[in-house]
């Protein structure tokens, strides 16, 4: 009998262990610069919604509930200013989840093409290949992609892994054409708060989308600026007719966001200090990090936003990450991302301020 695992390729964190075993070696311990998990502790407004909500005996709503719902509009409102009716938003388990599941939901199968950068997350073409639909790459979806038979477009800006950020010109050019060729846009905005050099920009601005929502879809992400990877909390929103189609599809599957972590995450959108208090930490290991790099000969590429520093020696991935590791320095091979990636390795700025600063001694 054939597997969905017999369509998916080996998953490439398994490859990286020799070199994990390596850079646990060192006498002063690993630096694990490649996994970009938080390592920061979640926020208290958060730890104390959680515990206040702990007694839920019920089923919750696979919709949110309304006090959740509003907070996303709120933030949206706040943060991009966007608005979004409280009925285009629904609350995931998890951004991945959602990645891996949105083609299926949305119905692509054999026959339908979905498109990706190509350089991107790996999720985007496991999504594909779980719905039997066929995964394409573009470096341009506009000059790169035949639409024919194209039905859903991934963006990821700012990106992972290059932290690339698309403007407002080059997403509303892409909305246009996506919208001649009756393709559903997917934009994966789960870093948007972490702009560095640059002001990142959702597909649902109005200078990108003319205020219409139509065949867009958003999707954010608590876990970076909230320390909420644990959680499993992100949502969906854009249009309305597609988030009610999702919200059907998941009450049918029972695709739901347990009730203490929908309290969570109305205290994490709600409140803004634990963000700047974050987003400091991270300007400052980003800071040391790309300086320890670029004076040990790397070259950092794009990386103007998000949770990672895209580098390079011009040499192939893997000969950089074993490097690395000799010195107890964990990254991930640019590989992972794509082959546009082979002379490139992600190195995230997930580690603690002293892990960091180890890292940096050791570059020298």
Known sequence: MARVTDRLPVFPWDRLEPYRTAALAHEDGVVDLSVGTPVDSVPEVVQRALAGASDRPGYPQTWGTPALRDAVARWMDRRLSITVPPAAVLPVIGSKELVAL????????PGDRLAYPALAYPTYEIGALAARAEPVTYVDPVID??????????????SNPTGRTLGVDELRRIVEW?????????SDECYIELGWDVTPVSVLDERVCGGRHDGLIAVHSLSKRSNFAGYRGAFVVGDPVLVKELLEIRKHLGLIVPAPVQEAMVAALDDTGH???QRELYARRRS???AALTGAGFRVDHSEAGLYL?????EPCW???????????LVAPGEF?????????RVALTATDERVDAAARRLA
Do not use: C, F
């Open 102 to 109: 949105l083609p299926l939901l949305l119905d692509l199968g």
């Open 145 to 158: 992609l035949d639409p024919e038979r194209v039905r859903m477009l991934w963006l990821n800006t700012p």
């Open 178 to 186: 996506a919208r001649a060729h009756d393709v559903v846009v997917v």
């Open 275 to 277: 963000v700047a208090a």
């Open 288 to 290: 040391v990090l790309k």
């Open 310 to 314: 895209w580098a390079t020696r011009d």
């Open 319 to 329: 000969d950089t990450v074993a490097e690395l590791s000799k010195r107890g320095i």
């Open 337 to 345: 991302y794509g082959p546009a990636g082979q002379r490139h390795v």
